[in-house]
């Protein structure tokens, strides 16, 4: 069965950086498009970044751009998302999700990242 496990996440202080890794299973990984979410307390979902299969396609919600960025190995079946230049608003459960920003489907449990001082 489809299988996604992230980590990576933690607390951190503003202006700085995490990488969350999310590996993978039960699918043929290189064939699909990815995306992380995360969600805030109390907010809905927010969709972050989406990398093609290839990996040569990327796209960013306008709150991350330029200090987030998704990149892939699909000779290891992982996925991950650098992230720098970290604020307090980007405090979020985040996850990696099968499928692009318009339709995407299974989901991990997610990692927590926390930005405070």
């Known amino acids: 069965q489809v299988q996604l496990v992230e980590s990576g996440g933690g607390l951190v202080q503003p202006g700085g950086s995490l990488r969350l890794s999310c590996a993978a299973s039960g699918f043929p990984f290189s064939a699909y498009y990815m995306s992380w979410v995360r969600q805030a307390p109390g907010k809905g979902p927010e969709w972050v970044s989406d990398?093609?299969?290839?990996?040569?396609?990327?796209r960013y919600a306008d709150s991350v751009k330029g200090r987030f960025t998704i990149s892939r190995d699909n000779a290891k079946n992982t996925l991950y998302l650098q992230m720098n230049t970290l604020k307090p608003e980007d405090t979020a459960l985040y996850y990696c999700?099968?499928?692009?920003?318009?339709?995407?489907?299974?989901r991990g449990q997610g990692t927590q990242v926390t930005v405070s001082s």
């Open positions: 999700a099968r499928g692009p920003r318009s339709g995407y489907n299974y």
């Open positions: 990398i093609n299969s290839g990996g040569y396609i990327t």
